[in-house]
């Protein structure tokens, strides 16, 4: 009897000796990741804490913190975060400072393990540009991976457009309008009463260089900034430059179809987005992102493309954020994990539905997959038409330099020299070259 | 005896202790940390490297960093003599007997327990050209307001009425204060003497607020050479660097460009500026300290 209890004792022990071993185990693996982003709008930050909690229950031992950073300090306490030691495992990262990162080392290479979980020919073009940075060695590397990307378009009221009888913005590369066309109909929605303007045709063409305006306008125009490495600034002073920087400055100085900002190269109070959405202005060049903020608005809008400014010139440009992981995270393989899956369908597709995102994959561009997020209460007609520009678009220049904050100041410092305190244009844009390549050769 | 003395170190120590502490980590250990980065070429990422005073030689020939500190100082220049004189006159208004001097006084104070950041906002919407409340106000008395924030004279002047207006309950405060330790006696003699109104403000009110009127000066141009909050939120320091202020570039050079070295020794700079300043309006006022 003794030798009986003895045994179902020993056994006793032994299971209890296996589990608790096997807790404790369990308990070792339990993986505690966190993840910065900035908060574009709090339906993506709410997006985002989904995707997550879905991801935590695929992945039950590993946990998520998820912080939120304002988007004006982002980088800022990120690079921070960083020289202390304490940086998030995996972040999203503007592309615009993917440079300045990795220049720094900041950043894990996921050039060889990216392959094994997504298939870069599904990448659209601006995408593929855009996580693809040349290293030192002259090699091209990956160092993030994005599910979206944004392109500039110009959304406007129909009811403004319809109580001016204008026709509505041409969705179609064929259809564009020119620039005069463009101006001539933004007279037809400015309204004057008792010498004070209550409406304006459009607005935000002087937007921050950080932004998609300037650059697409340049690039409609066919003017060129940098050498093909980037490494210089190179025509800057060209006459299509020219051209471009006077067409933005005569909107508000000698047609008055658009406003004097509230602040220079600021988001404020009154900005741009709410001067339209309150009906103060009739149109807006903006960003695709303002989609899912103006589909929520209320107001009957719709969406075209920029006008024609050189024959045959159909450029289109686009970017976005991009999930990188941080080179000194002590959890690597549970962050491949989470930026793999913040780079997937399945995290993409409810923040496409917005409007907040346009897919970076070819693939969600197809007639099985349009469905899963082509929402026709959101996206307005024509929309589809402008699709293939985002297929087709290129990467942004300022997304592959470095210096990069010193060069969007610098380079909005002497526009806002040229639109808002007359400074002579040729010193302008001479001043821009040389700002520029006083900071990449830093 | 001795042992007094020690048990009186051994309390006095213990008592100071977290201040001691509070002080070398916070203060001391910034200070001399501060100190050396600026010698340094460090960009908050990577190594430092010893540059001697090259960050102190480029803050003299850096051409931004001369815009921005003659900001400061016009900045200052405005901004002082009012936040003098408009307390001051304020403050005398309502030592008055007069209904309601209450709600004036907690009104007048009111901005300055609000956050800077909040009002900056909100002066922003306020300052709009075309639709904000400033402009519409003087559109009452036929004035076409200027498009406050991205004119390059209107900008810091926008600033300044901002910062005059969060600052004023403050040093009214100080001012009613001062106004309310004058002993009776001498305005009494004064009416005796048949010495009235201006002769009154310039024989009796003004001699005796001059500790008061001395740490308001003082304090005015240590929080405006410091000028920062409003800056940042309502013109991020534009139109082209137009209201741009040290701090404000300082916070740009040190985290935002990462030139941390070259951000610590503007940083030194302007607290030598700050200090000799202070100092020679001490030196200035040795006289009335004496007495004090």
Known sequence: MKRVTARILSISLALVIALGCFSFAAAEEQINLTFWGWEASALEAQSIQNGITAFEAANPNIHVDYMTVPNSEYHTKLKTAMASDSAPDVFYLDAAYTRDFANNGLLYDLTDVIGDYVDMNDLINSSIEKVSIAGADGQNHIYGMDICCVGPVIFYNKDLFQAAGVEPIPTTVEDRWTWDEFVENMKKLTIVENGKTTQYGTCNWEETSSLYVMEYMLRLNNAKWFNDDFTQAVGVTSEASKQVFEMIKALRTEYGVAPDPTAAGMETGNSPTQMFLSGKVASIAIGSYALQEISRSGINYGAGLFPVLQEGNNDFIASADMKAIWSGTKNLDAALKLLTYMSSEDFGTPIYKTGLWMPSRLSMYSEDKLPLWFDRTVYPEGWENMMDMFKTSSGKWFDKIWNTKQIFDAVDEEKEAYFYIDQDLDTTLTNIQNRINENLAK | ?292
């Not at chain 2, 009776?184 to 403000?201: F, K, P, Q, S, W």
Request: hydrophobic share 50%; aromatic share 16%.
């Open chain 2, 1 to 292: 005896m001795t042992n007094i003395r020690n048990k009186d170190w051994f309390w006095a120590v213990l008592f100071l202790l977290p201040s001691i502490v509070g002080l070398a980590v916070f203060t001391l250990y910034p200070l001399i940390s501060s100190a050396y980065i600026s010698l340094t070429d460090w960009g908050l990422l990577g190594d430092m490297n010893f540059v001697g005073f090259d960050n102190y030689i480029h803050a003299f020939k850096d051409a931004t960093a001369l815009t921005v500190f003659s900001n400061t100082i016009l900045f200052t220049v405005v901004t002082v003599p009012v936040l003098l004189a408009l307390p001051l006159l304020l403050a005398m208004a309502l030592n008055r007997k007069m209904p309601m001097t209450r709600f004036f006084r907690a009104t007048y104070f009111l901005p300055t327990i609000s956050s800077m950041v909040a009002m900056s906002l909100i002066w922003q919407w306020m300052y709009n050209r075309d639709f904000g409340l400033v402009n519409y106000i003087l559109s009452f008395a036929g004035i076409q307001g200027p498009n406050w924030l991205t004119s390059p004279f209107y900008a810091l002047v926008a600033i300044m009425i901002v910062s005059v207006w969060k600052s004023l309950g403050y040093n009214m405060m100080l001012f009613l204060a001062g106004l309310q330790a004058i002993p009776r006696v001498y305005y009494e003699a004064a009416d005796l003497d048949g010495c009235t109104g201006l002769r009154r403000l310039f024989r009796i009110t003004l001699p005796l607020l001059r500790p008061t009127t001395l740490f308001i000066t003082v304090m005015s141009i240590i929080n405006s050479l410091q000028v920062f909050d409003q800056v940042m939120v309502i013109t991020g320091g534009g139109p082209s660097r137009s209201s741009s202020v040290l701090v404000h570039y300082i916070y740009q050079c040190a985290f935002q460009y990462y030139e941390m070295g070259y951000g610590c020794a503007l940083g030194w700079v302007l607290a030598i500026f700050i200090f000799l300043l202070t100092m020679t309006q001490f030196a200035l006022n040795k006289e009335e300290y004496s007495i004090e």
